[in-house]
């Protein structure tokens, strides 16, 4: 089991925190959550994100450099797929580095970017600026763009060495998740939330799932979980199962990487607690096949790869043909449940959302 992560940074300590919600917001707030459960069932439609502009004009003779948190992480790679897809379209030149989540090599790549000729670096899908400060700023100083793919939440300031921020909606995801656990237990969630708080986007994530319950609903209640990413084979299972111990009413687990799946489904089971159920976030096929086979997962809130692909790339093309400024990969949160989850494979795998990005992008960059 290959486990997704998005930034490496100071480890954290555990923390567990229990908080009671108290507000007043009642049959509006489940109105609210179920309002927004509907919306992301809805199939992923592309919207442009900036004006249309010829791609091929603007990126002739220049070079991008993508240096991903690794590529023995199926994240990275499919996201590098559509990149990589997306470049060979417009006709540029865009090359992905080898690493295997080692910041020796993340240097060598972008020290050998930034001697090439590169027009931009792209840290894609979790490398944190600050493990690289002296590398960027040598190639900021030669002229060349940083960009940062899928490492912020829409609620983050970027490192000022980033030039292109493209965001992921992370927030978004944490409120679906509790809406739909609002939405099942008719406004009565006693859940626990998993994270680890050394990745970048957890803070924030968690947050959001709090503040929406806080918000908007009065008979909610929630355990925060931290399990720093090393120690998840080791700490999530006894942590859930010390938890439904100490509270028989817990209902839903809500682990914000759904690769920490892996250890809640045997917790869940050796508590013989078949009656709680997981929603997550992420779509990582392996959760797709529990959710499809009924094993306890019961949502997944899934993002199409290959959309933040070309979404990326779109952002780094604006950045350099000046086309307006993205902060934020315009790729849609899609809910996956029984209901659907066969249309992302059966195994599962990186489908389910259609492909009408690509035509999307093309006709905004003018190839079709």
């Not at 108290?22 to 919207?47: I, N, Q």
């Not at 797709?288 to 779109?314: K, Q």
């Not at 952002?315 to 043909?321: D, H, N, Q, T």
């Amino acid at each position: 089991m290959q486990i997704r992560f998005r930034t490496l940074a100071l480890a954290a300590a555990g923390v567990v925190s229990t908080i009671a919600i108290t507000s007043s917001s009642g049959a509006a707030g489940l109105d609210d959550a179920k309002a927004l459960v509907a919306e992301a069932r809805k199939a992923p439609t592309f919207t442009p994100p900036g004006e249309a502009f010829d791609a091929k004009a603007c990126m002739a003779g220049k070079k991008v450099f993508v240096v991903p948190l690794t590529q023995e992480n199926p994240f990275n790679v499919e996201i590098g797929k559509g990149q990589l897809e997306a470049a060979q379209a417009v006709g540029f030149e865009l090359k992905i580095s080898e690493n295997q989540l080692n910041v020796d090599q993340w240097v060598q790549a972008v020290t050998g970017a930034a001697s090439e000729g590169y027009d931009v670096i792209d840290i894609m899908g979790g490398i944190p600026p600050e493990a690289l400060g002296p590398q960027l700023q040598e190639a900021k100083a030669k002229g060349i763009k940083i960009a940062a793919t899928h490492l912020y939440d829409v609620t983050q300031t970027k490192n000022d060495l980033v030039d292109g921020n493209f965001s992921m909606n992370y927030t978004r995801a944490g409120q679906i998740m509790a809406a739909w656990a609002m939405e099942k237990t008719d406004g009565k969630v006693n859940a626990v939330i998993i994270g680890s708080d050394e990745i970048l986007p957890t803070g924030p994530f968690v947050k959001a799932i709090q503040d929406y319950l806080t918000a908007n609903c009065p008979d909610c209640k929630y355990k925060y979980i931290n399990v720093p990413v090393v120690e998840w084979g080791s700490k999530i299972q006894p942590e859930v199962q010390a938890a439904l111990v100490a509270d028989p009413s817990i209902n839903y687990i809500l682990p914000i990487y759904d690769s920490m799946s892996a250890f809640v489904v045997p917790a869940l089971t050796l508590s013989n607690r078949n009656d709680v159920r997981i929603a997550s976030y992420n779509g990582t096929p392996f959760t797709l096949d529990l959710l499809r086979d009924g094993d306890l997962m019961e949502m997944n809130v899934g993002e199409s790869l290959s959309w933040v692909g070309y979404a990326s790339v779109d952002g780094i093309m604006r950045m350099l043909c000046s086309k307006g400024e993205i902060t934020e990969l315009n790729t849609p949160l899609y809910i996956f449940d029984d209901g659907n989850v066969k249309d992302a494979g059966v195994p599962a795998g990186y489908g389910g959302y259609g492909d009408g990005h690509i035509s999307g992008f093309k006709k905004l960059w003018g190839l079709e």
